[in-house]
Structures are given as structure tokens and as C-alpha cells.
């Protein structure tokens, strides 16, 4: 095979870890090495997109489409970080 697979991944990374790096401060009490604990969760909450170029999905997309995209971002993002933030604790009292 010639392709390059390298350049194929999915859409939804970097959204979501643009999202954690800004929601980060709202979440102070969440050590820093949990993150990617938060990335997974949020990750596993969406479905997949694979792609080879951004501009593959953003230049096809509505503006209704974007706005989805971005409440279903927000939304995995709020959970992920409830989520991780609630079993810290859980492990703490245990």
C-alpha cells in the first residue's frame, strides 16, 4: 500500500482537547495527570469521524451541523470531567 494512513484521524481530538484545555479552570480540584482520563471519556461519548484533512468535514458542514458539533463537544466535556471528578472522590473516601 502506498496511502499515507498517518494523516487519518478523527475529527472529534482536537475539538475535544481544545475544549478540556478551556474548561480546565473550572475543574481546579482535578489533578492535571487525570486529563487524559477526561479526553477518553469525552472521546468514547462521541462518535467517531474519521477524516484525512479538517477541511474534508468543516468545508461540507451547515452552520446547524457546526453548532451541533460544538453542543456535543461541550456536552461529553461537561460529563468527562463529572465523571473522572466523581471517581477521584470515590477512590479518596475508599
Known amino acids: 500500500m502506498t496511502d499515507d494512513f498517518a494523516s487519518i484521524h478523527n475529527y472529534y481530538e482536537r475539538p475535544v482537547m481544545q475544549a478540556i484545555a478551556d474548561a480546565t479552570a473550572r475543574y481546579p480540584q482535578l489533578r492535571q495527570d487525570l ?13 467517531p469521524r474519521y477524516i484525512r484533512h479538517e477541511v474534508d468535514l468543516v468545508f461540507y458542514l ?6 451541533e458539533i460544538e453542543r456535543a463537544v461541550d456536552e461529553a466535556v ?17
Do not use: H, I, S, W
Not at 486529563?35 to 462518535?47: E, G, H, Q, T
Not at 451547515?62 to 453548532?67: C, G, M, Q, V, Y
Open 35 to 47: 486529563l487524559p482520563d477526561v479526553l477518553c471519556v469525552a472521546l468514547n461519548r462521541l462518535p
Open 62 to 67: 451547515t452552520e446547524k451541523e457546526r453548532a
Open 78 to 94: 461537561t460529563f468527562a470531567f463529572e465523571f473522572v471528578q466523581a471517581r477521584q472522590a470515590m477512590r479518596a473516601r475508599g
